[in-house]
């Protein structure tokens, strides 16, 4: 999370994920088994260690949130949009 100098929080891709998995309650070990993605990748996708996932991973994330790809979009740019 980046915090500007007018006190806007900006929230990225992986904080993102990161942000829904523990408001669902799960852990990365739940993630994991859910879309068969290693809980390491995840660990480094919500870190940003990894900027660029690609769409499939993107996919299984988001179905083993629970979620909507518009609803992960929308909470990313609901945080930046007074940049």
């Known amino acids: ?14 904080e993102a994920i990161r942000t829904i ?3 669902n309650g799960m852990s990365l070990h739940d993630l994991a088994e859910k879309t068969g993605i290693s809980s390491s990748y995840i ?17 299984c ?3 083993g949130l629970g979620i909507d790809l518009a609803d992960l979009l929308n909470l990313i ?3 930046t949009d007074n940049n």
Request: glycine share 10%; net charge positive; aromatic share 4%.
């Open 1 to 14: 999370m980046e915090v500007n100098k007018l006190g806007t929080i900006h929230i990225g891709f992986g």
């Open 21 to 23: 998995r523990l408001r």
């Open 77 to 79: 740019e609901s945080n």
């Open 43 to 59: 660990v480094r996708i919500e870190s940003g260690k990894t900027k660029k996932p690609s769409f499939s991973v993107i996919e």
């Open 61 to 63: 994330l988001v179905q």
